[in-house]
């Protein structure tokens, strides 16, 4: 066992280590691994239990990450969408014609609230020799729907079977090939592989009374495998970790996985701890939600999550069946990380410059009776109400568009009167005014006697 520091404190390595191996302890795990980032640099890394591949660096042995594939398959579908090649709304059967469940739209496979069934028909796929397209295609005539199509969540390994060959028809080369050449290399991933290669895990299961260790097959699962093929090493992962924090010029940008981060699909049985984004799961925690997706095959277990307003990740592998929620051993390191190091605020900036746009935005103006301040923070417009921000705007293409809060998306409008003096901002109806309820601006309704 193992726990270099690199980057945080002694005590707060021992306590992220304490928190490894407590679940390596309680889950039975004969091995397990993890490390956090910060900034999207690895601070801590380690290792608990016995040696997967003995006197190899653990942090260079490959695991499978199972379903955390799925997040691969998204970003391959979400570069195309940027492209405009490929429609969120457009139907699979675009690409596939007229097979079982092609009617299914991109984002409703992303987001798995197609309804569809979770597993396709036959042997449990992810301990069986995979099929072709064509042979799971064949298999299935569209019955068994679970739920309407958008009513909620419902997860389906199949609707990413489906996924992946649509990526791989847009693309015309394989789902894997597709991988290899639009992520893993443009981030330098080369410890990750479609079977294993090189010093690698032995997945296992254990005896539930005798304690014993049970070997696992290592399955190509075929057309399955862009919902969990993937084998991948720690500093792989964390490699993949850093990029879901902050985007990537060759891969995807942030703007894009911000978009994949809004929540599409949930269950009320959930209530608010989790949903589902276009690829991603979105889970309560940190400074109020994680992104990023678990991963389990048979001997397995994997998670990778970033907490992208701390600017901190976290990624977790072990070669068991079960015995541990990758999720909250994820969210337990990060949460270790900020109770021992906090993360620190964004430094203050003076603002060099404001947009010709905006000059004549700032200040204070009310809506109704109710005061906003109208302020520059770090490039963009900020209206408070007592010490809350309530909506931020910024200028695109010279006008004044919602970032975040109930104005997201809408345009505020700078209303002038003849003389070119601002009479009032107009934002979807919205109007503001330097006092209340300005005899002289359109108040909606009419002003109180």
């Known amino acids: 066992m193992s726990s270099p520091s690199r980057g945080v404190a002694a005590v707060t390595a021992r306590r992220l280590l304490a928190r490894l191996a407590s679940a390596q302890s309680s889950g039975r795990l004969p091995t397990v691994v993890a490390g956090v980032l910060r ?13 997967a591949v003995p006197g190899h660096d653990p942090y260079d042995v490959q695991y499978r990450i199972g379903s955390i594939t799925k997040t691969m398959t998204a970003v391959l579908a979400l570069q195309l969408v940027r492209d405009g090649r490929l429609g969120l709304d457009e139907p699979a059967a675009t690409w596939l014609g007229d097979v079982a469940y092609a009617d299914r739209t991109i984002r409703s496979l992303l987001a798995h609230n197609s309804g569809m069934r979770s597993e396709p028909i036959g042997s449990w796929w992810e301990r069986s020799a995979g099929l072709s397209w064509e042979e799971l295609a ?16 419902h997860y389906s390994n199949l609707g990413f079977a ?3 060959e649509v990526l791989a028809r847009v693309h015309d080369a394989t789902w894997w090939e597709c ?4 992520i893993l290399d443009p981030l330098g991933m080369t410890r990750t592989s479609y079977l294993p290669k090189g010093a690698a895990a032995q997945g296992q299961s254990v005896h539930p009374y005798a304690g014993t260790l049970v070997d696992e097959p290592a399955t190509d699962t075929g057309a399955m495998a862009p919902a969990g093929q993937v084998w991948a090493t720690l500093a792989d992962l964390a490699t993949y970790n850093a990029f879901l924090l902050s985007g990537h010029p060759d891969v995807l940008p942030l703007d894009d996985l911000l978009a994949a981060s809004h929540p599409q699909s949930g269950d009320r049985d959930d209530a608010l701890g989790y949903a589902h984004g ?3 799961q979105l ?13 389990s095959m048979p001997g397995f277990l994997a998670g990778c999550f970033v907490d ?20 909250d051993l994820a969210v337990g390191l990060l949460d270790e990380l900020e109770r021992s ?56 293409d010279g006008r004044v568009v919602g970032v975040s809060g109930y104005h997201a998306g809408e345009e505020l409008r700078v209303v002038r009167r003849s003389d070119g003096s601002v009479s009032h901002l107009d934002v979807a109806t919205f109007v503001y005014t330097r006092t209340p309820y300005d005899p002289d601006a359109p108040i909606p309704g009419g002003h109180p006697a």
């Open 278 to 280: 276009l690829g991603f």
């Open 283 to 295: 889970q309560a925690g940190g400074s109020g939600m994680l992104v990023g997706h678990t991963g």
């Open 179 to 182: 991988v290899q050449s639009r």
């Open 308 to 327: 992208r307003t701390r600017r901190t990740g976290a990624v977790v592998l072990t070669n068991a069946t079960t015995g541990l929620v990758p999720a």
């Open 39 to 51: 900034d999207g640099e690895p601070v801590w890394t380690g290792s608990y239990g016995g040696e």
């Open 162 to 164: 489906l996924l992946g």
């Open 138 to 153: 064949d298999g299935h005539d569209g019955a068994g729907d679970i739920f309407p199509a958008l009513q909620q969540f």
């Open 341 to 396: 190091e906090p993360t620190l605020a964004e430094p203050w900036r003076p603002t060099t410059s404001v947009p010709p746009e905006l000059e004549d935005v700032l200040g204070v103006w009310h809506w109704g009776n109710t005061p906003f301040v109208f302020a520059m923070r770090g490039g963009r417009l900020v209206a408070a109400r007592g010490d809350e921000e309530k909506y931020t705007f910024a200028v695109v």
